[in-house]
């Protein structure tokens, strides 16, 4: 296990969503990783408030605030993109045209391969078809 990983779309939901089924498993696998550096990104925390939507003005609320705490907290590292990523993400995902990849899923594949990151926190298999470990 390295001392960084990274934490996806799912992640973040999962957490922020205790009726989530992803939610408890989440938890738990936090709890054993000890102490790592979590990385995410602007583009991973857009589609986590794209995400919550549609659940009505508290949740929005709720979810606003979560963001703010995650790009806060210390023991996250929250990337914003340079410009360039969009058109690098953009070149990726026409490269992969015969997969079902996000744009998002995009920008996190490229952003851990930058960083030299293995290991992500979600169940997204798309992650393990370009190589990396997924620990959800």
């Not at 990385?39 to 979560?66: H, M, P």
């Not at 744009?103 to 996190?108: F, G, P, Y």
């Not at 298999?125 to 620990?135: A, M, P, R, S």
Request: charged share 25%.
């Amino acid at each position: 296990m390295n001392d960084k990983l990274f934490a996806d779309t799912l992640y973040w939901v999962a957490v922020l969503n205790p009726k989530d089924q992803w939610h408890r498993r989440t938890i738990e696998t936090r709890r054993g990783l000890g102490e790592v550096k979590i990385i995410t990104t602007e583009t991973v925390l857009i589609e986590v408030l794209n995400y919550f939507s549609e659940y009505g003005s508290q949740t929005r609320k709720s979810a606003v605030d979560a963001v703010r705490t995650i790009m806060a907290d210390e023991e996250i590292e929250y990337i914003s993109h340079a410009p360039e990523m969009f058109l690098d993400a953009l070149d990726f995902y026409e490269s992969r045209l015969d997969k079902g990849y996000s744009l998002t899923d995009c920008v996190s594949m490229l952003t851990m391969r930058n960083l030299d990151l293995q290991e992500i926190l979600t169940h997204d298999n798309h992650f393990e078809q370009e190589g990396f470990t997924v620990l959800l």
